[in-house]
């Protein structure tokens, strides 16, 4: 079974996190287009789902999601009630901003956040239905072999990423680009 926690292999590479650095760096308007359409669940668990829905409700509110925002909203709403909690808070969240890409890397990091939330939600989904394969009355399995609305939610928000993707892409564009020598 592949693991869903590191869905790109052995790697280094957090495509959450890197977007959430991203949407860091980003003004109000950027962060707002890049995260139309997306949920908090999209980021799963854990800090990274906090801080998703942190940038989430600050961008809604006009104000661009910089760390020392996210921390400060996150004292507002109660959620470092100790110093323990508030230190590994910040430290999360300004180690995710110290490696934050250009805001410019945004709609590739949404897209792989899509995808990243979309082979986490197969997975359950395929844990669902094995584990139900054991237990439940036989009529029930079919009904159980259909995704549910969000993993369809998903898989359609996924696919329209995928597609700007394509439709960005021109025959013009080298597949090689060539560095130009100075005259």
């Not at 789902?49 to 409700?57: I, K, S």
Request: hydrophobic share 45%.
């Amino acid at each position: 079974m592949p693991n869903l926690d590191k869905p790109y292999g052995e790697t280094d590479f957090d495509p959450v996190r890197a977007f959430l650095g991203c949407l860091m760096t980003c003004t109000a308007d950027r962060a707002r287009e890049l995260l139309a359409g997306m949920r908090p669940t999209d980021a799963g668990p854990g800090v990274r789902g906090v801080v998703f829905d942190l940038a989430v409700r600050v961008t809604g509110a006009g104000v661009a999601p910089g760390a020392q925002v996210l921390v400060a909203e996150a004292r507002r709403r109660g959620l470092l009630a100790t110093e323990e909690k508030a230190h590994g808070f910040a430290m999360w969240v300004f180690g995710t901003y110290e490696r934050a890409p250009w805001p410019e890397a945004g709609w590739v990091l949404r897209t792989h956040v899509l995808e990243t939330a979309y082979r986490r939600s197969v997975g359950e989904h395929a844990q669902r239905v094995a584990r139900a394969a054991e237990t439940a009355a036989v009529e029930r399995l079919p009904v159980l072999l259909e995704p549910s609305d969000e993993l369809v939610d998903l898989w359609q928000r996924l696919a329209a990423d995928l597609a700007r993707w394509q439709r960005d892409t021109t025959p013009d564009v080298p597949d090689v680009i060539e560095h130009r020598r100075a005259a």
